[in-house]
């Protein structure tokens, strides 16, 4: 695999008065009064935004939040400009649109070293389908491009994908850059015989040893905690693990849909219909190759989706008709906990129930604060999504970690070996 350019390799001379539209990756969670709640991809946005702005480069940055249909106010950038303001020592300027006469009014007024932050990509139904107007339209207002967007390297969008067709450079950002030689070096453990080219990248990537230890020839017993609403969401990184782990532990949403599989009543909880024979066949695949595959005991249950509903502990197999599962009960976390005692690394990514929830949360808090405690036991602990890192952060203790990735969906492609569209888009270095 050849590797990427990097912004690293941009000096002033490259830099100085350019436009340079950079695809940051903020989709960050808000609360009801659209105050941040966790800033962890805007901090991680800041080495790249603040090399170009040394550099007196004029920089255009782009991103999307949430999932909106069309423009939704909800989902505007607007409320993260104080927060990367103060991130950055300097004044963001905040565009009423990404694409238009008025954005590219405010661009030609961007002085060097100055930075704008364009409106939600996403409120153009284009930026998904990746049509290539749009590309170009966006592509417009820049003279190069910078993806440092981890989380969305997986998806072949016109700001992710499609502008690099017509910026020239088109290179990686500071963060990208991780996942990147991240890749290479996931390959370079499978396939190279050279121990100097080893050394060379290991000792430049000291910070990475851990995730291509936990990717390739991680230190057993392997155990992956795999969380969130949906199966479908998760069913390459499943399969994937089933190669891997020794444990895999399932939470979230998705364990409903493995229950009515086994025939167990459900009630009102989520689950995809059409993917029960895909839930049966994943633990059966389990069973086979030996995988230690558990499924929450009991589960906290509401008779309603809200955070002041009705709430009671029942076992897994004795949900009522008209409740709801929204979080693993204590008996699960008892479950849990033992059997990640017995293990040396641990893959996370997705909560336990709707932690956000505070009723809900207890199954979510209690993964983190038990990662927490093994890793100060020495196990290799990475955390891997938005709502886990949401979750660690939450409770204090993203320090306690091996590892923090703000790119969920970008790193469970990773380690389904799927090739990623917004690397793959960047000039060879």
Known sequence: MATKKSVGSLKEADLKGKRV??????NVPLDDNFNITDDTRIRAAVPTIKYLIGNAA?????????RPKGVTPKYSLKPLVPRLSELLGLEVKMANDCIGEEVEKLVAGLPEGGVILLENVRFYKEEEKNEPEFAKKLASLADLYVNDAFGTAHRAHASTEGVAKYLKPSVAGFLMQKL?????LKLLWIFSSSILEWVLFVSYLHELDYLVGAVSNPKKPFAAIVGGSKVSSKIGVIESLLEKVDVLLLGGGMIFTFYKAQGLAVGSSLVEEDKLDLATSLLEKAKAKGVSLLLPSDVVIADKFSPDANSKIVPASEIPDGWMGLDIG???IKTFSEALDTTK???WNGPMGVFEFEKFAAGTEAIAKKLAELGDKG???IIGGGDSVAAVEKVGLAEKMSHISTGGGASLELLEGKPLPGVLALNDA
């Open 345 to 347: 690394t641990i893959i």
């Open 180 to 184: 990147i030689l991240l890749s290479y």
């Open 330 to 332: 204590p008996d699960s």
């Open 58 to 66: 004029k920089v255009i940055l782009s991103s999307h939040l949430g």
């Open 21 to 26: 539209f950079v695809r940051v990756d903020l």
């Open 379 to 381: 196990v290799t602990t």
